[in-house]
């Protein structure tokens, strides 16, 4: 057997130790190791499992992600999310269908300083549900909305996800971030838009609120402006070059503990519960990378990234062909994988195919995100579904799901525009 085709073999045999259920760093591990002893011996997988765990965490420019999990962290313990929906709701409550529009808002702002998907369904969920539920919304068209406003805390910098892209390819993180934000709008805007159309062919899903004055509307937005405030001197800053991306992530995770602080909601067995919750994240990411590195190692030494490379350069399919297959893979394998496994485990094959095509790597990158955005609320495994569905009790599964597929379209309809108009991606470079 060839070396690609070892290569080949090992990629698809991880693939499936992860849809049985294997742990995704122990599947990038074991396979990648076996691998590299197949191919090199006993004596080379040795010296990778001595070598590759520490050069594969200890560069500075990884320090930039346990600081934005700590400021996700310290977001989620601020009571940001309460104060979001209020001022989003505020303006738009009053329209049918105006809650789970509020619902979405509050999610791609909390997702903003968050930067997590899973923990803005969760805190998103515990204030949104309750009160959507309290108008008679009907289940499926709220816990959707739920579901799918998280997956915009996965593009919306600062993004843990982009993050690691970014490492992985070389890519400047600050390029990226911006990069990201008119998609990231984009899909907030065509995710409102998913939710009105469906109240508008079904009224009775969504019953119209209650008109707030705009006496308590400006009261609401000067209770959210450190909010803004936070984001826009993270990601402003980078832009400027007034600080690096590790720096932006000290400073944003200062600032979420500033906001933590003044709004009561610290103390010292609270911050030991952020500190733990800080460490098991970031624990469990540069495990991930560990095992990604032993998996990288091996398909690098099999050759198969670059023949993959040369096999779609001389096939004659033109670049947007190509690109659009990715896609259609990224859109499988997220039915059964998490975001951040698809892009640790496919990005090193993948990234030599577009230098290769000479797509612009922040608009890869950021494609590769936005789909990986579909993976967390594509049936029957996506976690955002999982999440939510933990969050409310008595809430079923095919409930959640049957509300889903009109934001899984505004995905499609949102990868779409972003492959016509290129443009869309604007890195500010």
Not at 129 to 147: F, G, H, I
Not at 359 to 371: I, K, R, S
């Amino acid at each position: 057997m060839s070396m690609p085709l070892i290569g080949l073999a090992g990629f698809v045999l991880t693939l499936m130790l992860i849809a049985t259920g294997f742990p995704v760093a122990i599947s990038m591990s074991l396979i990648g190791l076996a691998g590299i002893a197949l191919s090199g011996g006993f004596g080379q997988a040795a010296y990778v499992l001595s070598t590759a765990p520490f050069e594969a965490i200890f560069p500075y420019s990884f320090s930039v992600i346990p600081l934005f999990v700590l400021m996700g962290v310290f977001s989620a313990h601020a009571g940001l999310s309460r104060s979001l929906f209020d001022v989003i709701n505020a303006f738009v409550g009053r329209w049918r269908g105006g809650l789970a529009v509020s619902t979405v808002g509050a999610s791609a702002v909390f997702g903003a300083i968050c930067g997590s998907s899973l923990a803005t369904v969760a805190t998103i969920g515990r204030v949104a549900m309750p009160e959507m539920r309290r108008y008679n919304y009907d289940d499926s068209l709220a816990a959707a909305s739920v579901a799918a406003g998280g997956t915009l805390g996965v593009l919306i910098p600062p993004s843990i996800i982009l993050v690691i892209f970014g490492l992985l390819t070389q890519t400047p993180i600050g390029a990226l971030f911006m990069g990201a934000i008119i998609p990231g709008l984009l899909g907030t805007v065509l995710y409102a838009f998913a939710v009105m159309i469906r109240v508008r062919r079904r009224p009775e899903l969504a019953p119209a609120g209650e008109v707030v004055g705009w006496g308590q509307r400006i009261s609401l937005l000067l209770r959210v402006w450190p909010v803004l405030a936070l984001f826009g001197t993270v990601i402003g800053g980078m832009q400027l070059g007034w600080f690096s991306p590790t720096e932006a992530a000290a400073v944003g995770a200062c600032g979420a503990f500033l906001l933590a602080l003044a709004t009561g909601g610290l103390n010292l067995p609270v911050l030991r519960d952020i500190m733990r919750e800080t460490a098991a994240l970031t624990g469990m990411i540069f495990l991930i990378l560990i095992g990604a590195s032993f998996f990288n190692f091996f398909l690098e030494t099999t050759g198969l990234p670059m023949m993959l490379a040369q096999v779609i350069g001389q096939s004659g399919l033109h670049p947007t062909i190509v690109m659009i297959l990715i896609l259609l893979f990224y859109i499988v394998l997220g039915c059964f994988m998490d975001s951040m496994s698809m892009v640790l485990l496919t990005v090193p094959l993948l990234a030599p195919v577009a230098l290769a095509l000479e797509y612009d790597m922040v608009w890869f990158g950021v494609l590769v995100v936005t789909v990986a955005e579909i993976g967390l609320i594509t049936p029957p495994v996506g976690m955002n579904l999982f999440v939510v569905q933990a969050t409310v009790p008595g809430l079923r599964q095919e409930t959640v799901i049957r509300g889903i597929v009109p934001f899984i379209g505004a995905d499609v309809l949102r990868l779409a525009l972003l492959l016509i108009f290129p443009w869309l991606v604007w890195s500010g470079m």
